[in-house]
């Protein structure tokens, strides 16, 4: 019986143990922030493949979590990004479409976007991706990126140079920008002409 109890007592120092130490690394994993390395995790495109997403680790990447239900969350800071051209050689900007929080059909929403991009001149041939099982935010660490388009921008090594999963203030929009200026230094602003050439007819 003494044997028995002995061995109760330790199996349950062993889990209280365990259960410890796994909440000490679950409390030890951070939310994404400035100086972080991230690599690329596997998403889908607009006809629901799989697909990894591109250029991580290799150009500078600016790439926009969009939640579909709130399609004009950080509308000051897309219109001010905009105005900028950045050299397709060493910079890509992409979105990825949060499908997990929203409650409209993925197919609808896929759907959608291609619509939307057949009408739009800028945006014709932009890369645009997909997640449905919310990879970007369990692999990334996010954090909870519902009802809001993140920001998120890295360098040519994967490190994280800016994240916010809501809406910027004026100051970080230009925080922003600077520092893809500081990284790309081909970037040129755009004027009214050049912008005149975007819009739809």
Do not use: C
Not at 78 to 104: M, S
Not at 115 to 126: H, L, N, P, V
Not at 152 to 179: C, H, M, P, Q, S
């Amino acid at each position: 019986m003494r044997r028995v109890i002995a061995y109760i007592n330790i199996v349950f120092i062993w889990l209280v143990f365990s259960n410890h130490v796994v909440g000490q690394k679950l409390a030890d994993k951070h939310a994404l922030q400035k100086g972080d390395v991230i690599s690329a995790i596997e998403v889908r495109d607009l006809k629901n493949k799989p697909v990894m997403t591109p250029f991580i680790g290799e150009k500078v990447v600016m790439i926009f979590y969009a939640d579909p239900d709130t399609p004009k969350a950080n509308e000051y800071f897309v219109e001010k990004v905009k105005q900028w051209k950045f050299p397709t050689d060493t910079f890509l900007a992409y979105g990825v479409v949060n499908l997990k929080d929203t409650f409209y059909p993925n197919s609808f929403v896929r759907f959608l976007i291609r619509s939307i991009r057949k009408r739009s001149k800028r945006e014709a041939g932009a890369t645009i991706l997909t997640d449905p099982e919310g990879t970007v935010q369990k692999e990334w660490n996010t954090g909870d990126s519902n009802n809001t388009i993140g920001i998120l921008v890295v360098d040519t090594t994967g490190e994280v140079l800016f994240w916010k999963a809501g809406e910027l203030t004026k100051e970080e929009t230009e925080e922003v920008i600077n520092i893809l200026i500081d990284r790309l230094p081909q970037a040129k602003k755009l004027t009214e002409e050049d912008l005149r050439q975007f819009e739809l007819d």
